[in-house]
T-cell receptor, first 113, second 112 residues
Framework: SAVISQKPSRDICQRGTSLTIQCQVD?????MFWYRQQPGQSLTLIAT?????????ESGFVIDKFPISRPNLTFSTLTVSNMSPEDSSIYLC??????????FGPGTRLTVL | QKEVEQNSGPLSVPEGAIASLNCTYS??????FFWYRQYSGKSPELIMF????GDKEDGRFTAQLNKASQYVSLLIRDSQPSDSATYLC????????????FGQGTTLQVKP
């Protein structure tokens, strides 16, 4: 499995601010998935990030709120913009490779006050 | 109907018993099925995946898949208190996008 790191591991932010979460993988991957896990809930896919093209967002998620960058095949960022307490969640990246099963990064635990 | 359904539990079993976790899915064309274990405050950890009908065993874990019934289960033999966690069933659908759809998870409590 790939070695996946995320930064920051946790943060406490004020309402109305933005936070950028970084995900680094130790090998090249074609797609990067970003998931959200709200308190007491399961995982929900936010978007799929491909290199060189705009991310594909799932229903209920928009680019203005969750802009994503994918500058190369080992790195991606997810920004949570104009945060509200409802954005308090664990955010997880998950690299995808056709020949591999899917693993998750260690997660970023976000609390919005 | 939810795409992937699990009984949220909690499922409580005594130490040493068999824990049986169940999951149903709605997309008949789904190809791959995964079980993740998640400890509180931690990231999901992949413990089993299965593609073909039948059983797949790995140590104390056995995944069972029945595509005709759209049903996948996870058996944990000789349950240990360290198995106490939330178990997430995930399905990779027929769209071939690589996306996983998760059930709501089943909380397992193994009592010493």
């Amino acid at each position: 499995s790939a070695v996946i790191s995320q930064k920051p591991s946790r943060d406490i932010c004020q309402r109305g601010t933005s936070l950028t979460i970084q995900c680094q993988v130790d090998s090249q991957v074609t797609m990067m998935f970003w998931y959200r896990q709200q308190p007491g809930q399961s995982l929900t896919l936010i978007a799929t990030a491909n290199q060189g093209s705009e991310a594909t967002y799932e229903s209920g998620f928009v680019i203005d709120k969750f802009p994503i960058s994918r500058p190369n095949l080992t790195f991606s960022t997810l920004t949570v913009s104009n945060m509200s307490p409802e954005d308090s969640s664990i955010y997880l990246c998950s690299p995808y490779r056709e020949t591999d099963t899917q693993y998750f990064g260690p997660g970023t635990r976000l609390t919005v006050l | 109907q939810k795409e992937v359904e699990q009984n949220s539990g909690p499922l409580s079993v005594p130490e040493g018993a068999i824990a049986s976790l169940n999951c149903t899915y709605s997309d008949r064309g789904s190809q791959s099925f995964f079980w993740y274990r998640q400890y509180s405050g931690k990231s999901p950890e992949l413990i089993m995946f299965i593609y073909s009908n039948g059983d797949k065993e790995d140590g104390r874990f056995t995944a069972q898949l029945n595509k005709a019934s759209q049903y996948v289960s996870l058996l944990i033999r000789d349950s240990q208190p360290s198995d106490s966690a939330t178990y997430l069933c995930a399905v990779k659908g027929s769209s071939n996008t690589g996306k996983l759809i998760f059930g709501q998870g089943t909380t397992l409590q193994v009592k010493p």
